[in-house]
């Protein structure tokens, strides 16, 4: 059974989800502020879901 997405989108559609109920619910360790942790969360699965794409259309030009 083929998967409608690859394996290795789910970590990064945890990480979306993950962001998006921390900034939420304002949750944030002792160590980084509010602002830290879920600007860090989000750049973070930015920067996962681009590179994704750009994998995704190189793999596709060859």
């Known amino acids: 059974m ?3 997405i690859p394996a290795f989108a789910y ?3 945890l990480l979306w ?3 998006i109920v921390v900034s ?3 949750y944030h360790p002792g160590i980084l502020t509010y602002r830290q942790f879920t600007g860090g969360l989000f ?3 930015l920067v996962a879901s681009v590179l994704w794409l ?3 259309i190189r793999a596709q030009k060859k």
């Open 11 to 13: 970590p990064i559609i």
């Open 2 to 4: 083929k998967l409608p």
């Open 54 to 56: 750009v994998l995704g």
């Open 24 to 26: 939420l619910t304002h």
């Open 17 to 19: 989800v993950l962001a």
């Open 43 to 45: 750049f973070t699965a």
